[in-house]
């Protein structure tokens, strides 16, 4: 199955059937989900950590696996913490971007990299 065939609701209740099948809703505890993405995001980070941008970009297929399975290890937390704070993850990520979008106007940001505070308006 790929993205084009699978909506986030079937990943996020494969995601609840796995988790129930074998009793770990309770360690499902949003403190203990928020910790596991951090410590995912930490492995993920440690493959990219004494490459240059462009190794960055040039991975070999060994190094693009384990990198999506660090990966794949966040986005797997991140459904079960949608899951456990019930949260409809479309409707958090399009707001989010309907925010981020006001946060970065175009016409403002395009080529830029600053904090969004820094093109404050006087605000």
């Given at each position: ?10 990943l ?5 059937a796995?988790v ?10 949003p ?11 930490a492995?993920l980070?440690?493959?990219f950590?004494?490459?240059?941008v462009?190794?960055?970009?040039a991975?070999?297929?060994e190094?693009l ?13 991140a ?7 019930g949260l ?14 006001r ?5 403002k940001v395009?080529?830029?990299?600053h904090?969004y505070?820094?093109?404050r308006?006087?605000?």
């Amino acid at each position: 199955m790929s993205d084009q065939q699978t909506t986030l609701q079937e990943l996020k209740e494969r995601m609840a059937a796995f988790v129930r099948e074998r009793d770990w809703e309770q360690y499902h505890a949003p403190k203990n989900l928020s910790m596991s993405i951090a410590i995912e995001a930490a492995e993920l980070m440690e493959h990219f950590q004494w490459l240059t941008v462009e190794q960055s970009k040039a991975l070999d297929a060994e190094a693009l696996e384990e990198i999506g399975e660090e990966l794949a290890d966040i986005v797997i937390y991140a459904l079960s913490m949608a899951n456990t704070l019930g949260l409809d993850l479309s409707e958090t990520v399009l707001a989010k971007m309907a925010k981020n979008i006001r946060k970065y106007p175009k016409e403002k940001v395009r080529g830029k990299s600053h904090k969004y505070t820094y093109y404050r308006d006087g605000e």
